[in-house]
């Protein structure tokens, strides 16, 4: 798992519009949020890229953007975006290799039954590229509130 003072692991991933997005774009211009979440369109995730949409406006004030990343495809992304009008991207992880480097693949236990799933997480990362948050096991509950709350403090 990551901690926080670290160099952000770097990316080049493709977004829902089959776009490669690099995380190194971003550098000395904009802060990132990048959130990892388990499936689009589930009940959780819905609720946390809505609430994330809400205070769209918010980031960008702040000089940052909010990129979501889960292993469903570009199209799944686009048809998510477009059900719920959502203002973010969302990168589509298929080999899951995004996940790893951030240390979101887990073994995950439901009803006894043990399988590797995304573990919910949200790293923030400054416009030097470095972790200024590495935040695992969280909650959709009021999520992206707590991460702008977080962004005003950098």
Not at 27 to 55: M, Q, R, S, W
Not at 77 to 101: N, R, T, Y
Not at 121 to 141: C, R, W
Request: with cysteine; charged share 25%.
């Amino acid at each position: 798992m990551l901690e926080k003072n670290q160099p952000a692991p770097a990316f080049s991933t493709k977004n829902q519009n089959n776009q490669e997005l690099e995380l190194s774009s971003f550098k000395n211009n904009k802060n990132v949020v990048l959130y990892f979440y388990p499936k689009d369109d589930t009940p959780g995730c819905t609720i946390e890229a809505n609430d994330f949409t809400k205070l769209a406006n918010k980031f960008s004030a702040l000089d940052t953007v909010v990129i979501g990343v889960s292993k469903d495809s570009c199209a799944s992304h686009m048809d998510f975006i477009d059900k719920f009008d959502l203002k973010l991207d969302l990168l589509a992880d298929e080999s899951g290799e995004l996940c790893e480097s951030y240390g979101v693949w887990q073994e995950k236990e439901k009803n006894g039954v043990k399988k590797m799933a995304i573990l919910r997480s949200t790293f923030i990362i400054n416009k030097s590229g470095e972790l200024v948050e590495a935040l695992y096991g969280v909650s959709h509950e009021g999520h992206a509130q707590a991460i702008l709350e977080k962004v005003q403090q950098l």
